[in-house]
């Protein structure tokens, strides 16, 4: 069931329909946490929120903001899932990077404040002192850092973040 459904998942995204490979994906993944090895699942899972993240923004350059925001929050649960089966800078790596285009989802619906406190939570993650960078990029949150401060007019802010991204 679970190989029919990934190939399913893969023919949807092939076609373009990027959210119902993800809904089909994320049955795969609760398949998966029933009948698979714990290593599988992880890699599984972390693969799936690569998946989401890059679906969501695909979905969001093309102007659908509804399903971009909905994959995110989908990412975003399981990335806030301490118990999970994600090893933990792995978990937070993604969380960040989710946050990040979370921050850029609520941008560019003018949720200006809303996505500074996505970027600042995402930057806080990426600053920690345990943090291991395996997919966000420190660099990319503070640029939309800037973008958003400089839009609050907090322009010395902005330059700092611009300057702290190089």
Do not use: W
């Amino acid at each position: 069931a679970i190989a029919l459904l990934d190939d399913l998942a893969d023919r949807y995204q092939k076609s373009g329909d990027l959210y119902e490979s993800i809904i089909l994906k994320e049955r795969c993944l609760q398949l998966r946490k029933e009948n698979s090895p714990a290593k599988e699942v992880a890699q599984y899972c972390y693969d799936f929120i690569l998946e989401c993240n890059s679906a969501a923004m695909t979905l969001l350059h093309n102007g659908d903001s509804h399903y971009s925001l909905e994959i995110l929050k989908k990412s975003k649960v399981i990335t806030s899932d301490k118990k999970g089966v994600l090893e933990q800078n792995q978990r937070r790596a993604l969380k960040a990077l989710t946050l990040n285009n979370l921050g850029c989802h609520s941008r560019s619906i003018k949720k200006v404040h809303t996505a500074l406190q996505y970027l600042e939570e995402a930057l806080k993650i990426e600053n920690s002192a345990s943090y291991i960078d395996y997919e966000s990029n420190p660099a990319n949150t503070r640029v939309n850092l800037a973008a958003i401060y400089s839009e609050l007019g907090r322009h010395k802010m902005a330059v700092t973040m611009l300057d702290q991204a190089l």
